[in-house]
C-alpha cells in the first residue's frame, strides 16, 4: 500500500509501504476514506533532522472497517469510523477518567510499529476502545467535519472545557490556525458570548467570526495585549485559550488573562518552560490544559456534526489525493492553506 513517510526536514515522500494487517486479536484493518495534515505535523516538517530512514506520520483520519480480530466486538466490515489521535483501550483506569492519552495499554500513530493515518490503510490497535461508528456512509457530505473529531474539534473543546469556559465567561482564543478556529467554536458551543481571536489572517478569522468570534485583534506582541485590554475595560478575559504553542503566544496569554483566570494551552509547546512568575502568582492565574483526549469528547460532539448545528469541517480548504501530500505540507508550512484534506 501507499503510506506518506517523513525523511526530514521539508521532505515528505508518499512511499510503497508493508500493507497493513492485523497483527493482534484486538485490532482492526480501516481503509482510510479522509485523513489530514495537521498544524502539529509542521513541527517535523519544519525540524525534522535527516537521517536517512523515513518514518510513518498523520494521526487524523476516517474510514471504513475491512476486518477486524477475534476479540473486537462492535465493530463489522463496512462499518465507517474515525480514530481519535491516539489510540486507546479505552476501559483502563485513566480511559474511565476520560484521560485516553495516558492509557496504560495506548499509543500513538505512526509510531512503534503502528500505521501512520496519511496513508491507504491503518492496522488500529485496541479498535473496539479506539473507534467511534459513525452512523452514515462513505460517500456524506459530512466527512470533513466527522473528520475534525479526530483532532482539532475535540482539541478545542479540551482547551475551552479545561479553562471553564461557560455563559458568564469572557474569552480570548489565540491563534488562528484550524485548533484556534475549533476553540472559537467550542466556546460559543459551551455558552460564550464574547470571544475574542487573536489572529492576522483575515480569511482565518472571518471564519473565526462565522465559527462565533465577537472581535478580531489582528495585533500582535505588545499591542495586541493593549487591544485586548481596550476591549475588556483593562481587566483582560476571564479565559486564555492558547492554541499556538510558541512562547510569545504563551506570554500573551498570561498578559491578556484576567485577575484570577485561566490560562488554557493546546498548542504543542514549543518552549521549555512556562512564563509564570511571581506576577502570574499574585494575580491568582490558573495554567490548565495540555493533550486532548479526544476519544473522551467524540460521543458529546458527535450530534452537533451530525445534525448540521455545527460545521467544524470549514477549516479545510484544501483538498488533495495521496500522491499530492507533500504539496498539500508545503503549502500549510508557507500558510498559503489552512487546513489540507487528504482523499487517498
Ligand atoms: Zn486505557
Not at 459530512?142 to 483532532?151: H, K, R, V
Not at 455558552?191 to 482565518?204: N, P, Q, S, T, W
Not at 458527535?302 to 504539496?327: A, I, M, N, S, Y
Request: proline fraction near 6%; aromatic fraction near 6%; include cysteine.
Amino acid at each position: 500500500m501507499r503510506a506518506t513517510v517523513i525523511y526530514g526536514a521539508g521532505d515528505v515522500r508518499v512511499e510503497q509501504v508493508p500493507d497493513a494487517v492485523l497483527q493482534e486479536p484486538t485490532d482492526a484493518l480501516v481503509r482510510v476514506v479522509r485523513s489530514c495534515i495537521c498544524g502539529s505535523d509542521l513541527w517535523p516538517y519544519g525540524s525534522r533532522p535527516a537521517t536517512g530512514h523515513g518514518d510513518r506520520i498523520g494521526h487524523e483520519f476516517l474510514g471504513v472497517v475491512e476486518d477486524a480480530g477475534a476479540e473486537v466486538s462492535g465493530l463489522r466490515r463496512g462499518d465507517l469510523v474515525v480514530a481519535p489521535f491516539v489510540w486507546a483501550d479505552n476501559t483502563c483506569d485513566f480511559c474511565r477518567e476520560g484521560l485516553q492519552t495516558s492509557c496504560r495499554h495506548g499509543g500513538m500513530w505512526a509510531r512503534d510499529g503502528v500505521d501512520g493515518g496519511q496513508g491507504e490503510a491503518v492496522r488500529v490497535p485496541q479498535a473496539q476502545g479506539t473507534l467511534v461508528k459513525l452512523p452514515v456512509g462513505e460517500d456524506s457530505a459530512l466527512l470533513p467535519s466527522l473528520l475534525t473529531l479526530s483532532d482539532v474539534f475535540p482539541t478545542g473543546h479540551h482547551c475551552a472545557v479545561t479553562a471553564g469556559v461557560g455563559p458568564r465567561t469572557t474569552v480570548t482564543v489565540i491563534g488562528d490556525g484550524a485548533v484556534g478556529l475549533s476553540a472559537v467554536l467550542a466556546a460559543k458551543r459551551l455558552g460564550a458570548e464574547r470571544i475574542i481571536l487573536m489572529g492576522r489572517h483575515k480569511d482565518r478569522t472571518d471564519l473565526g467570526r462565522e465559527f462565533g468570534a465577537t472581535d478580531v485583534v489582528a495585533e500582535r506582541g505588545a499591542e495586541g495585549v493593549e487591544r485586548v485590554r481596550e476591549l475588556t475595560g483593562g481587566d483582560g478575559t476571564h479565559t486564555v485559550l492558547e492554541c499556538v504553542g510558541l512562547r510569545p503566544a504563551i506570554e500573551t496569554a498570561f498578559a491578556v488573562v484576567r485577575n484570577g483566570g485561566t490560562v488554557s494551552r493546546v498548542g504543542a509547546p514549543q518552549y521549555p518552560d512556562v512564563p509564570a512568575d511571581f506576577g502570574v502568582f499574585f494575580r491568582n492565574i490558573t495554567l490548565t490544559g495540555g493533550v486532548a483526549p479526544a476519544r473522551a469528547y467524540i460521543e458529546e460532539l458527535l450530534p452537533d456534526v451530525l445534525e448540521g448545528r455545527l460545521q467544524p469541517g470549514k477549516v479545510f480548504d484544501r483538498t488533495v489525493g495521496l500522491g499530492q501530500v507533500p504539496d498539500g505540507y508545503r503549502a500549510m508550512a508557507d500558510r498559503s492553506a489552512l487546513k489540507v484534506l487528504i482523499q487517498p
